[in-house]
């Protein structure tokens, strides 16, 4: 499945600069953006990226409806007023919003030729600079100060979406953790947890070049200001794509998609493991991410499912996440032995050199939320504590395992335990690097 490019963008109009100008000037500004968007890409992405832009331009005004005649009028109003010409910003600025709205270069450039109808020689040719200045990190955006935080919103999102992209399909038996390793990745608990009604059919989830502080969620509709809430209470009679920014450790730029599938050994629902099989053999993926229980390994369903991912998967794709490992207690546990235990499974069944990734997938997902700002809960914040100290002990430190990546005496306390909780090993091996 791949998602509209409207869809994996991000966009925010927070400090817009039409926010504060009178309110007939809003309407008008309003009008034009529509009109130029609307002649080229009228769908209901545009639709809800034109919605944001009345949240904060229309507020409780209404739109008049004119005529083609009068609309004319309007747009050389904004666009090419010679009788005010401090009005020229707003060419710019429309330029700017239609730019973020449509994304796509071949419309974008056909907004950009209708709008030089309205203008001269000496100001199509500003229009042409400004599309160069859009694309081109080397032109310099304070050129056109006013418009430059729309322009590096621009930049941000064109330079992203030209990446390629990395997918990763994610499959487990059920209770092994696959949900809770995926928020770790994310950094947001977006997906379903076992306490949560379990993963029913395929989800897409993409990240987005930008922190905007808006999910975009799509399953029988196309929600772009979607809350954890709206994603967790749906059904799941269908595949659904979901779209947020990613919360790395580092400031990585990489394009993902993971690929969420149901649990395989689901007793409510046999073909939840269909779906999955299915998926795994006919979407297009760079690795194949299986989470394995610590706790509970070696049971006959899978063995099985084991047996036919090495049937049907290149060995090279597939990467072993050994997770809960924090349960283990030092007394009656070896890590080491457990992680050499699988090691020896998987080789018999025909698994030659097993990349193995042992991790807490839980306390991943705290780092990340804590290292972000988001406010835990009093639960969480104990949990964190706890595992902080947990993960100090030797016993418990995964970073020994992950061959290639020290500790180091200026690592911060979220770097730290990120090594030693497997989460920095584990995404070092996903997006650069090998164990």
């Avoid at 990226?49 to 309007?74: A, F």
């Avoid at 203008?119 to 006013?146: A, G, M, Y």
């Avoid at 590096?152 to 209770?175: C, D, G, V, W």
């Avoid at 979607?226 to 979901?242: G, Q």
């Amino acid at each position: 499945m791949k998602p509209n490019l409207q869809f994996t963008s991000s966009l925010i109009l927070d400090n817009h600069p039409m926010k504060c100008v009178n309110p007939k000037l809003k309407i008008q500004y309003y009008m034009v953006l529509e009109y130029f968007v609307k002649q080229f890409e009228d769908n209901e992405y545009t639709d809800f990226r034109l919605n944001q832009y009345k949240d904060i331009l229309l507020e409780n005004n209404l739109k008049p409806d004119l005529t083609n005649t009068s609309i004319d009028n309007v747009i050389r109003s904004m666009v090419n007023c010679t009788l005010k010409p401090w009005k020229k910003k707003y060419r710019y600025l429309i330029m700017c919003d239609i730019a973020l709205v449509l994304l796509d270069e071949i419309n974008i450039q056909k907004a950009a030729d209708s709008m030089k109808l309205f203008l001269t020689k000496r100001k199509q040719k500003q229009i042409d600079v400004l599309l160069s200045v859009l694309k081109n990190d080397k032109f310099d955006k304070n050129s056109i100060n006013f418009a430059s935080d729309l322009i590096e919103q621009y930049r941000k999102n064109y330079h992203f979406l030209k990446k390629p992209e990395l997918r990763f399909i994610i499959t487990a038996n059920m209770s092994a953790g696959k949900s809770t390793l995926v928020n770790a990745l994310i950094g947001k608990s977006l997906a379903r947890t076992s306490q949560e009604v379990c993963t029913g059919n395929i989800c897409y989830i993409y990240n987005k070049p930008f922190e905007d502080n808006h999910i975009h969620f799509e399953n029988s509709q196309l929600n772009l200001d979607a809350n954890v809430s709206d994603i967790k209470n749906f059904s799941w009679e269908r595949a659904s794509s979901s779209a947020s920014y990613f919360r790395h450790l580092s400031e990585q730029k990489i394009r993902i998609c993971i690929i969420d599938t149901p649990g395989v050994n689901s007793t409510l629902n046999k073909k939840h493991g269909e779906i999955t099989r299915e998926a795994i053999k006919s979407e297009s993926y760079h690795k194949l991410i299986y989470v394995l229980n610590a706790n509970k390994l070696g049971t006959d369903e899978e063995i099985k499912y084991l047996k036919w991912i090495s049937e049907n998967v290149p060995m090279n794709k597939i990467i072993f996440v050994l997770n809960k490992l924090d349960d283990f207690k030092c007394i009656d546990d070896d890590i080491e032995a457990s992680i050499e235990d699988v090691r020896n499974d998987l080789f018999n069944l025909g698994y030659k050199n097993p990349t193995i990734c042992p991790i807490s997938a839980y306390f991943a997902l705290l780092i990340k939320l804590k290292h972000k700002g988001e406010r835990l809960t009093d639960d969480e914040e104990a949990e964190y504590e706890l595992y902080t100290k947990k993960f100090s002990r030797p016993f418990y430190d995964l970073l020994k395992y992950y061959v290639g990546i020290d500790g180091d005496i200026n690592d911060d306390e979220t770097i730290l335990m990120s090594k030693k909780c497997g989460l920095y090993g584990f995404e070092k091996v996903l997006f650069g690097g090998e164990l």
